[in-house]
């Protein structure tokens, strides 16, 4: 199968500076994008993300390209998600009924206008999804990943993904249903 | 159970579907109607992706600290060199030290051997012949009489050469008599 050769690859293989540049650059934006939906706050995905590309850096060597660039980043990033939530702290938290939030919450000059807090709705709703689909859902909403590239990061078969992000949107139905009611 | 493979497929597929998932939906209101209404969630979920503000001097700090991560694995490890050259010396003496004292002990061992009377050595194979052939009893019996005759020998022996150095010749009837 013909498949779009990694553009990243090569050049961050070689350690060039200014190809890892462009590289966190380019990722940075998506992947806090993507860990705000993960976890409780923004500050915790600024965390994260900067973790992640530190462990990017150093497991650059023994990374051999069976996946996109982007997909082991991902993957990093994830693996530390799933790591953060299962922490007893972040535990207690979301079981005291802090529900975790995005990380422009509160911050939109427009947050009193209806979209916004339907968007508020939505995001709060995602999180209360079980992680593999949220996951799922997030990559695919937010970031626009193609079902065989989450398949990657997640590590599971495409199938896997693709029924995650089927009962994930039926479970997100459910809930804002539920929410729209009372 | 074919309404949500149908609705899965419609959602995830990449376009082409089964001629006769394609046929149930056509014909399947309330399929179609669930097909939209989650392709609908789907796109107000994209427009509810947080916008985020760019923090230019986090971001370059990121790009700083990701950059010299990725250079720090090689410096560590020419810088480690001596440290490793100085554990395998380590290694290398402390076996070497093992093996000499083993060798020492194995010596040492040898020498008692030599020494024992033919009358002990023996003992010591009729001490093993009847732990080999005959009863418990007669095996433990001969080995501790050889053991206390052995114990005996070199009391006795002993306690005459240390009371030999305490007199000195005179008080043991020596020098002159």
Avoid at chain 1, 137 to 164: M, N, Q
Avoid at chain 2, 42 to 63: C, F, N, Q, T, Y
Avoid at chain 2, 126 to 133: E, H, K, Y
């Amino acid at each position: 199968m013909a498949e779009a050769k990694d553009p990243w690859l090569d050049d961050i293989k070689a350690k060039r500076q200014d190809a890892l540049e462009a590289f966190v650059r380019a990722h940075t934006a998506p992947l806090v994008r993507y860990l705000a939906g993960m976890v409780r706050n923004g500050a915790d995905a600024e965390e994260l993300a900067q973790e992640t590309f530190l462990r990017f850096a150093t497991s650059l060597g023994s990374f051999r390209g069976e996946c996109s660039t982007r997909s082991f980043l991902f993957r990093i990033g994830h693996n530390l998600a799933l790591n953060h939530l299962a922490s007893a702290t972040v535990r207690r938290e979301i079981l005291a009924g802090e529900l975790p939030e995005g990380p422009n919450q509160g911050r939109s000059p427009h947050s009193d206008t209806l979209e916004e807090e339907r968007n508020i709705r939505l995001r709060r709703a995602l999180k209360t999804l079980p992680p593999q689909q949220r996951s799922v859902v997030i990559l695919r909403t937010w970031l626009d990943l193609s079902f065989r590239e989450i398949a990657e990061v997640l590590s599971l078969a495409e199938g896997t993904v693709k029924a995650h992000y089927f009962f994930g949107l039926k479970n997100l139905r459910k809930t804002l249903e539920v929410s729209y009611d009372t | 159970m074919i309404h949500d493979q149908a609705v899965r497929l419609a959602l995830t597929g990449s376009g082409l579907m089964p001629a006769d998932v394609e046929q149930h939906i056509e014909h399947c209101g309330r399929c179609r109607q669930e097909i939209d209404a989650l392709r609908a969630l789907g796109l107000d979920l994209a427009r509810a992706r947080p916008v985020l503000s760019r923090d230019a001097e986090w971001e370059e700090k990121l790009i700083a600290r990701t950059v010299s991560a990725v250079r720090k694995p090689e410096a560590r490890s020419s810088r480690s060199l001596p440290w490793r050259a100085a554990a395998a010396v380590f290694i290398l003496s402390a076996g070497l030290t093992g093996a000499l004292s083993v060798l020492r002990l194995e010596s040492t061992g040898r020498s008692i051997q030599a020494n024992l009377s033919t009358k002990e050595q023996q003992s010591v194979s009729r001490g093993l012949d009847a732990l080999a052939f005959g009863t418990t009893e007669d095996s433990t019996a001969t080995l501790l009489s050889l053991t206390e005759s052995s114990v005996g020998d070199q009391v006795e022996k002993q306690s005459a050469d240390a009371l030999g150095d305490y007199l000195g010749p005179a008080d043991t009837g020596g020098w002159n008599g």
